[in-house]
């Protein structure tokens, strides 16, 4: 086998992904292109992102047409429950770790979008927010959210997630117990609804490391680009060093390549023996910048420490995006470090067999 062949029957393991969920018809025909840009953009830029176009190009192959508004019309009226089924299976892939923060969908209820093996991920933000508004102190709540990281890590879930990045960035400090108490008390003075405090969001990560750590769980984290409310500068993995050094038991996963400061997430992957670094929603979303984002994380990181992953959300189309240009931009890299004589061609086979699935399968005790 080549080592194409080798990339393209390895089936998928993929370390970070959310549930499809059904849409409104209009959301489909008006607004389709929102699900293939993390910005804010209004329709007359969204529908030009070089994403959209090659999701265009799936709904082409799909249905037959050319045309965006008839693709749009033909999509809307899918079963969506066949219709995933066909997409995501299609892709190989094998297992899906399912980020339970967004959408607002059961585990049990994306499994009828696919056949792949689906194992929870618990997103920590979410747990605080419906923990906080029934505690009474400080301890009280410390006790339930311990208690609640500790009933999912001892049931399904193979991994934790953070969304700080969104919050309040990834400089991510220490703090003492007194000024823990006074944010906790802030945040309920303030209430609503949603954990965005730097001091009290900078405990909970603290508090999810130790419980990651006792499990020895990974904890995810959202790094590089995203939605609108992560600010640009604060999302660059470097900031989370010294928590890092801090946790150095806790398995840490760097999500989305850290893009764009990929290189730097690379770094701090090649520096720090339990962190780890997957790939994702760069890949699909920077399409001709995925061959050059994996030959930058290959750079310093071993590749034992890669993992393939999509992100994808809301709509399967993502999951075929990411498979197919990731397979396609994998094989591209590890061709090109073989031909220069930086690998063997079997060496850059097992390569492929870790980022692909071997990784993550080790990782997660899959």
Known sequence: MSIRDVVASTPLVDNHAHAVEPLERERITDSFADYFTEGQLSPEHARHTLNYRAVLDLLAEQFGSADEATLLQQRAEVDLASYARTLIDGTNTETILVDDGFPNVALD?????????????????????????????????????????????????????????????????????????????????????????????????????????????????????????????????????????????????????????TRAAGYVTATLDNVYLDLSLATPFVQHGVEPLISQALELAPTTKLLYASDAFSVPELYVLAARRFRADLSSVLERLAADGFVTESYAEDVARRILRENAVSLYDL
């Not at 909970?204 to 640009?232: I, K, R, S, W």
Request: hydrophobic share 40%.
């Open 109 to 261: 209820e994306f499994d009828a979008y696919t056949d792949a093996d689906l194992r929870p991920i618990h997103r920590i933000e979410n747990v605080a927010e419906t923990l906080l508004p029934a505690s009474e102190s400080l301890a009280s709540f410390e006790d339930a959210f311990v208690d609640a990281l500790e009933e999912a890590l001892d049931g399904e879930f193979v991994a934790l997630k953070t969304v700080i990045a969104y919050r309040t960035g990834l400089r991510v400090r220490a703090h003492d117990r007194d000024a823990v108490r006074r944010a906790y008390d802030e945040v309920c003075r303030d209430w609503d609804g949603r954990v965005e405090h730097s001091v009290f969001n900078d405990y909970l990560v603290h508090l999810a490391a130790e419980m990651a750590a006792a499990y020895d769980a990974p904890l995810q984290f959202h790094t590089g680009f995203g939605d609108a409310d992560a600010h640009p500068q604060f999302v660059d993995p470097t900031y989370l060093y010294e928590f890092l050094q801090a946790h150095p038991s806790t398995p840490v996963v760097l999500l989305h390549g850290g893009y764009p400061y």
